[in-house]
Every structure is written in C-alpha cells, then in structure tokens.
C-alpha cells in the first residue's frame, strides 16, 4: 500500500487542521493505521491508531481529547482532526500502515510510511 498524506499547514495557537491520509492498492480495510510525529531535533512519537475497521482507536496523553483518529475505508482514507492546537503540536506528522488487528502504538510495527505533512502552530 502506498499512502499521501496531506492537510498541513500554519495555524495559530487554538486552531484546527485536518490531516488526511489517502491509501492506493487493494484491501485498505485489512490495514491498522496510525499517526505519528517528529519535531525537530526530537525522535519520533505516536500520535494515534485506529483499528481496521475503526472500532478501536487510542492516543497519546497530550494529544488526548484535542485530536480524533477515524477513517472512512471506502475511500481509502484515514484523518487526523485537530483541534485546540498548541505550539507543540508542531511537527511532521506521518500516517503508517500496517496488515495486523487491533492498534498499535510503536513505529516499528508499522510496515508502510506516508512522506510526512508539516502542521505548524505558531504562538
């Protein structure tokens, strides 16, 4: 699967943007998803994932109740609602893909990578 991410942007402290993740090939629905992202001179760190068919979801603590993982599998597509948006929420973000069940929270797991979306919050 090969996956574009896009719906970056600037944005003031407070804001919101919409990420999406848009997946090519078959079988999207096979495939748990997540969000990551990586700040510079920082390593990157999970965002949020959600399950194959969406009924399970999970997110970080600081990003908890701000941001909302869901995906819509006839369009092949996963999104990243953010809202409240602070200053150090900037960074690259990057969907990933991975053909398991459930979700999962560490970059190792996941097999395919988007090419990165940058969100910048200013202050």
């Known amino acids: 699967v090969q996956l574009q991410a896009s719906g970056g942007g600037l944005v003031q402290t407070g804001g919101s943007l919409r990420l999406s993740c848009a997946a090519s090939g078959r079988a999207f629905s096979t495939y748990r998803m997540g969000w990551f992202r990586q700040a510079p001179g920082k390593e990157r760190e999970f965002v949020a994932t959600i399950s194959r068919g969406g009924g399970s979801t999970y997110y970080t603590d600081s990003v908890r109740g701000r941001f909302t993982i869901s995906r819509d599998n006839a369009k092949n597509t996963v999104y990243l609602q953010m809202n409240s948006l602070k200053p150090e929420d900037t960074a690259i973000y990057y969907c990933?893909?991975?053909?398991?069940?459930?979700?999962?929270?560490?970059?190792?797991?996941?097999?395919?990578w988007g090419q990165g979306t940058l969100v910048t919050v200013s202050s």
């Open positions: 990933a893909a991975d053909r398991d069940y459930g979700t999962a929270r560490t970059p190792e797991v996941f097999d395919y």
